[in-house]
């Protein structure tokens, strides 16, 4: 397995394994509305005997400062529980880590995320509309996230999901 920073010719590929992964298009539609308005960060595909099995999205947050949003994170069904997903998670954050971001908010199952070190407690003192269990936060630099941050504001991409 290859991971490596989506390209143009990749979006195609993107977009059908969005729509395979879930049950509408709205997660496709939501990927294609971040790389419209430059919200993309890091695209990052997987590729399996050159063919695009896995995508994940690292997306620019409003608030607060220096953060990012991680998802949709998408694989094949037939690729599935083979750690394509980790392995696509781990390269952003590293990435995330090595440039700068303060921090990486994800909304998803706990048991999952937590496995990379996100922390439902550490989003709790963030107002969201996400706010509950499934918010969870992971700090990547030393200073951390600050614990009273005020609100967590998404790309605007992600009001067509509410």
Not at 31 to 36: S, W
Not at 100 to 118: I, P
Request: hydrophobic share 50%; aromatic share 8%.
């Amino acid at each position: 397995m290859n991971i490596r920073l989506e390209t143009e010719a990749d979006l195609l590929g993107i977009r059908a394994i969005e729509e395979q992964a879930f049950s509408t298009r709205m997660e496709a539609d939501l990927v294609d509305r971040l790389r419209a308005d430059g919200d993309l960060v890091f695209s990052l595909v997987a590729l399996v005997d050159d063919a695009i099995v896995g995508h994940a999205v690292f997306s620019r947050m409003r608030m607060p400062a220096a953060t990012l949003g991680l998802g949709p994170v998408a694989v094949l069904t037939r690729h599935r529980r083979r750690g394509i997903a980790a392995n696509l998670i781990r390269e952003g954050l590293r990435r995330a880590r090595e440039e700068g971001w303060k921090g990486v908010f994800v909304v998803g199952n706990a048991d999952y995320y937590s496995r990379f070190g996100f922390d439902s407690a550490l989003a709790a003192g963030f107002a969201s509309l996400y706010a509950g269990p499934h918010l969870l936060a992971l700090a990547l630099q030393s200073d951390g996230l600050p614990s009273d941050a005020g609100s967590l504001e998404y790309p605007a991409a992600f009001a067509a999901l509410e």
